[in-house]
């Protein structure tokens, strides 16, 4: 099946900080989703982007299908980034997601 | 719109004991995953329900785990004779069937512990 690796594994950022998050993905995906999970476990959806690129607010993504990566970008981090991020694409046609082991975000006042 | 809901939130129980976790989905979505999470990993694929069919289960879903769903709308895990490793967060997720690929939105979680 698919493989999704994420990079890097840790980050430390003073607030205020812009940061650049990868995923990349072994074989075509036709989908990708980002996530933000918070200290209580809550995974909280933020991009569903099989391409392109999009933004909301402080936070944009950008995939290149054809070269298999996506991007996660964080400007202006804030102490509520923190938490772990993660990249998941579907392995088959009913949706089942294949998760990287997760890009650990601490932002320090 | 309510997003999606488990019960419950923490379970504790000691070894060899029976539990059951409930996922409400998003109402209308037709597809719901359940997967396991262990710390410093993501989550791993557990089974997933077209409506109430039980379309594939993972090789981590050993005999002593069962999922239903009936009628199509709330879903359970249940877990036989826990063992240690079974410790984890799990997690449920729902997406509508409007295309081939649907955006997943997950629960809160039940994160259980085995005594």
């Known amino acids: 099946g698919i493989q999704v690796e994420q990079s890097p594994p840790d980050l430390i950022l003073q607030e205020g900080a812009n940061s650049t998050l990868r995923c990349n993905f072994s074989d075509s995906v036709n989908n990708l989703q980002w996530f933000h999970q918070n200290p209580w476990g809550q995974l909280i959806n933020l991009f569903y982007i099989p391409s392109g690129t999009k933004q909301n607010g402080r936070l944009s993504a950008t995939t290149v299908a054809t070269e298999r990566y996506s991007l996660l970008y964080i400007s202006s981090s804030q102490t509520t980034d923190s938490g772990v991020y993660f990249c998941a694409a579907p392995t088959d046609s009913w949706g089942k997601l294949q998760f990287g082991a997760g890009t650990q975000v601490v932002v320090t006042p | 719109d309510t997003g999606v809901s488990q019960d419950p939130r923490h379970k504790i129980t000691k070894r060899g004991q029976n539990v059951t976790f409930r996922c409400d989905p998003i109402?209308?979505?037709?597809?719901l995953y359940w997967y396991r999470q262990t710390l410093g990993q993501g989550p791993e694929f557990l089974t997933y329900f077209q409506n109430e069919a039980q379309l594939e289960k993972s090789r981590l879903l050993s005999d002593r785990f069962s999922a239903e769903r009936p009628k199509g709308s709330f879903s359970t895990l249940e877990i036989q004779r826990t063992e240690q490793g079974d410790s984890a967060m799990y997690l449920c997720?729902?997406?509508?069937?409007?295309?081939?690929?649907?955006?997943?939105?997950f629960g809160p979680g039940t994160r259980l512990t085995v005594l």
């Open positions: 109402s209308e979505h037709n597809r």
């Open positions: 997720a729902s997406s509508p069937v409007e295309r081939g690929f649907n955006e997943q939105f």
